[in-house]
């Protein structure tokens, strides 16, 4: 389960930071829940805070979550 956590919070980082500068981040914060009954059900929340210069979409946290799923799905 921390190899799907550490892999989703990786890949969601790396969308983020492929698609705006560092430099514009003030802050992620990127958090995993992962709850297994019959099956894995897999919670992902981005939450960027940018300067406040930044042109970026704040979108780019919930596509971050999207695209982190989508990793940890290929995984599995």
Do not use: C, G
């Not at 989703?8 to 560092?22: P, Q, W």
């Amino acid at each position: 389960m921390d190899e799907i956590s550490e892999a989703a919070v990786s890949s969601a980082e790396d969308y983020i930071l492929s698609r705006v500068s560092k430099k514009e981040i003030i802050d992620i914060d990127i958090s995993v829940e992962l709850t297994y009954n019959d099956k894995l059900d897999v919670d992902v929340r981005v939450n960027v805070i940018f300067d406040d210069l930044s042109s970026a979409d704040p979108q780019i946290a919930d596509d971050a979550a999207d695209h982190a799923v989508k990793e940890i799905e290929k995984i599995l």
